[in-house]
């Protein structure tokens, strides 16, 4: 009986461990998701501006 209770104890302290790990990962994840939303948003910015200025030399060519 206190082997099994002490294996149990064991398995829940890998659980809590292996919880805690993928919290911090979690955490991780959800940050890195908002600074590739932030770079996608800036990128985008910076691609509508490029179309802009081609789109104006476009309407400077001679015909």
Same mark, same amino acid.
């Given at each position: 009986?206190l082997e099994?209770?002490?294996? =149990?104890?064991?398995?829940?302290?890998? =659980?809590?461990?292996?919880?805690?790990?993928?919290?911090?990962?979690?955490?991780?994840?959800?940050?890195?998701v908002v600074?590739?939303?932030?770079?996608?948003?800036?990128?985008?910015?910076?691609?509508?501006?490029?179309?802009?200025?081609?789109?104006?030399?476009?309407?400077?060519?001679?015909?």
């Amino acid at each position: 009986m206190l082997e099994q209770l002490q294996a =149990l104890e064991g398995r829940i302290h890998q =659980l809590l461990e292996r919880w805690q790990a993928l919290r911090a990962e979690n955490l991780r994840l959800r940050q890195q998701v908002v600074a590739l939303e932030n770079d996608n948003k800036l990128l985008n910015e910076r691609l509508a501006e490029a179309r802009a200025r081609l789109a104006a030399l476009y309407e400077r060519l001679p015909d």
